[in-house]
């Protein structure tokens, strides 16, 4: 069975400093990658996604960045956080066929920039 | 503009009644799936159904079912036999190539 895995889960980081938060899916092979945020009670927005190695796609202009190293694996950056940046980040996958399917998400990354 | 609407920010149902949560979503494919996803407290989001747009016939499991009007752009979760763990979000979402649309979440609060 396929599994997904985020962390750290929880992070408290100061405003200017870097971040580097890492999803990695186990069980399957090729999957679509997604990183996406909530802001506290609202929905969620995506950010990123990807559907391979090294292709990543941008859904917002903002002070995050995403890499895809390894077919399993995806990345999301910043260099220096800032205060809006605060939130709960959802790693979720799918299986690249058509872009359709069903989004597993896994537990998630609790950020909290001071 | 592509977006999916939850007008019930909020809900209470006593438990072991029945609940229904509305969504209507705008789109100009033809072919798309929705889904309804449950965020409780953990905030982990999990999957409680699915529908293709392309089947007539409205999904079921165990005690979730939708009603899916194709035309109307509307698409309800009715939660049978509540019951205290299903408090939590519920988020309706639509998918787009490579991307979901989400709603912005009802809060299903269940009262023992």
């Known amino acids: 069975s396929q599994t997904i895995h985020q962390w750290p889960a929880t992070l408290v980081q100061p405003v200017g400093s870097p971040l580097s938060l890492e999803c990695t899916v186990e069980?399957?092979?090729?999957?679509?990658l997604y990183w996406y945020r909530q802001a506290a009670g609202r929905g969620l927005q995506l950010l990123f996604y990807?559907?391979?190695?090294?292709?990543i796609s941008s859904e917002v202009p903002q002070n995050l960045s995403a890499s895809r190293p390894q077919d399993r694996q995806f990345i999301l950056s910043s260099k220096k956080l800032l205060l809006s940046d605060s939130g709960f980040y959802l790693c979720?996958?799918?299986?690249?066929?058509?872009?359709?399917?069903?989004?597993?998400f896994g537990p998630g990354t609790r950020l909290l920039v001071l | 503009a592509q977006t999916v609407t939850q007008s019930q920010p909020e809900m209470s149902v006593q438990e072991a009644e029945t609940v229904t949560l509305s969504c209507t979503y705008d789109t100009s494919e033809s072919d798309y799936y929705l889904f309804w996803y449950k965020q409780p407290p953990s905030r982990q989001m999990i999957l409680v159904i699915r529908?293709?747009?392309?089947?007539?016939q409205n999904a079921t499991e165990n005690r979730f079912s939708v009603n899916f009007q194709k035309a109307a752009k509307s698409f309800s979760l009715k939660i049978s036999d509540s019951q205290l763990g299903d408090a939590a979000m519920y988020f309706c979402?639509?998918?787009?190539?490579?991307?979901?649309?989400f709603g912005t979440g009802t809060r299903l609060k269940v009262l023992a």
């Open positions: 990807s559907v391979g190695i090294g292709q």
């Open positions: 529908q293709e747009a392309y089947k007539q």
């Open positions: 069980g399957t092979s090729n999957p679509n």
């Open positions: 979402a639509r998918s787009r190539t490579y991307k979901y649309i």
């Open positions: 979720a996958w799918s299986v690249r066929t058509s872009g359709r399917e069903t989004q597993y």
